[in-house]
């Protein structure tokens, strides 16, 4: 993954909101962070970052995070 904190072109943009730990999350819900019953997802060890943003971006690079995005749902 490439990261710049420079405006590049025909890159994608993150608008970051939060972030915060898989742990923190889990705890906030309630939820066991050992349980691997109702967690199918990827990031399952307790220091995995989870990041709140608004993408913006060029349309090709938006169409292809959604098909993968809603193409696992």
Sequence with gaps: MLLSLESMNDWIILNVKDTT?????LAREGKPADSTEWDIGRGRN????????????????????????????
């Design 21 to 25: 730990t898989r742990e923190v999350v």
């Design 46 to 73: 307790p220091e995995d970052i989870y990041v709140v943003a608004e993408v913006r971006g060029p349309a090709h690079h938006l169409r292809k995070i959604y098909r993968t995005y809603f193409g696992t749902v």
